[in-house]
Nanobody
Framework: QAQPVESGGGLVQAGGSLRLSCAVSSRDPIAWYRWHRQAPGKQREGVAFLRGGGSADYADSVKGRFTVSRDAARNTVYLQMNALEPGDTAVYYC??????????WGQGTQVTVSS
């Protein structure tokens, strides 16, 4: 199974928006797509969760501001992040889980929100 590849991170001012992408190349169906983040000195936390069937859920800290979606034709999952806050600064990771239980992590992309 191929490793997910994230892109789209960068530096943005508070209140701004970014869209992260996660390209996944796999012949096997994927049960879960997840976005996690890890800020300096903190544990990695899940922020957005998308079932292969399409239902989504979010951490309370990002609910109403972040939206996860998938373009099946492009084998790509997106994380649209609006109303960004300095507390959203972190490395964002894409994670996929197959129905076998196997998971794969991307290499991460840095998001920095300035105040």
């Amino acid at each position: 199974q191929a490793q997910p590849v994230e892109s789209g991170g960068g530096l943005v001012q508070a209140g701004g928006s970014l869209r992260l992408s996660c390209a996944v190349s796999s012949r096997d169906p994927i049960a879960w797509y997840r976005w996690h983040r890890q800020a300096p000195g903190k544990q990695r936390e899940g922020v957005a969760f998308l079932r292969g069937g399409g239902s989504a859920d979010y951490a309370d800290s990002v609910k109403g501001r972040f939206t996860v979606s998938r373009d099946a034709a492009r084998n790509t999952v997106y994380l649209q992040m609006n109303a960004l806050e300095p507390g959203d600064t972190a490395v964002y990771y894409c994670n996929v889980q197959f129905f076998s239980g196997e998971t794969r992590w991307g290499q991460g992309t840095q998001v920095t929100v300035s105040s």
